[in-house]
């Protein structure tokens, strides 16, 4: 089945299975690798994106509900060579390790900054506690988080 949809901001069109979910679809026919594919059962984020504004698991929306839809990956955050806030914060911080869990994070810590410009560090907590990463501790998410937050 054929997929019309706008992603970062360009018109895109894809051929796609019916049972493919918008993750695949991203990943393998748009080749836009950012967004990763850790548990592909909605449990890690790694994989999470904005669609129509709203935070998501790619993994858990088939291609196919994205039609006529718009979504934003962690490809379209940064303008052109300048990198979004937050992922210059998570560089600044160390926030990296495998950087596996760290597209997802910084999509989600994007959206919560544009929500709720000053959070609390529950609500940081809150917001981020479908993220899951395996190497940093959490200590240094929490501090790039914070850096964005000063920034803003
Ligand atoms: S790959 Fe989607 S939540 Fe883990
Ligand atoms: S940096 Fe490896 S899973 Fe988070």
């Not at 039609?67 to 990956?73: M, S, Y």
């Amino acid at each position: 089945m054929r997929v019309s949809l706008t992603v970062n901001g360009a018109p895109r069109v894809a051929d796609v299975w019916g049972g493919d979910s918008l993750l695949t679809m991203l990943r393998d026919t748009l080749e836009l690798p950012g967004s990763k594919n850790a548990c592909e059962q909605g449990e890690c984020g790694s994989c999470s994106v904005l669609l129509d504004g709203q935070l998501v698991c790619a993994c858990l929306v088939l291609a196919a509900q994205a039609d006529g839809h718009e979504v934003v990956t962690v490809e379209g955050l940064a303008n052109g060579n300048e990198l979004h806030p937050v992922q210059a914060t998570f560089v600044e911080a160390g926030a990296v390790q495998c950087g596996f869990c760290t597209p997802g994070l910084v999509v989600a810590v994007a959206d919560l900054l544009e929500r709720v410009p000053d959070p609390s560090e529950d609500e940081v907590r809150e917001a981020l506690s479908g993220n899951l990463c395996r190497c940093t501790g959490y200590v240094k998410i929490f501090d790039a988080v914070r850096l964005a937050q000063e920034r803003r």
